[in-house]
């Protein structure tokens, strides 16, 4: 199968599965707070899963201690500190640059 007709399949099959809880949603009513609690937490933990794999695996495995983790640390004591997302972005991108830049 060519990999285009694959990227049809795949997104015909998104789509419905997107467009079947849109149709689902008025039949079902209303939603358990247990549940609507679990659906919650759901977001937060696939952006940390994501954020931890970019942090310590690089494409050859365990990635060691570099500029990208004392980035994290200062970005981290930043966010602690101010709880600002663009405090963060506008000091973190130099400080990643310098480091970098410094090897």
């Not at 795949?10 to 209303?30: D, K, M, N, P, Q």
């Not at 977001?43 to 994290?72: K, Q």
Request: with cysteine; charged share 10%; proline share 6%.
């Amino acid at each position: 199968m060519s990999p285009v007709a694959q990227i049809v399949i795949v997104g015909i099959g998104t789509y419905l599965l997107r467009l079947s809880f849109v149709a689902l949603a008025g039949r079902i009513g209303e939603i358990p707070p247990r549940i609507n609690t679990v659906l919650s937490m759901i977001p937060p933990a696939v952006l940390a899963a994501i954020t931890a794999n970019a942090i310590f695996y690089a494409d050859d495995g365990f990635r060691g201690v570099d500029e990208w983790h004392l980035t994290i640390v200062v970005v981290a004591l930043i966010s602690w500190r101010t709880k600002s997302v663009a405090l963060c972005l506008f000091i973190g991108m130099p400080v990643l640059w310098t480091l970098a830049a410094l090897g």
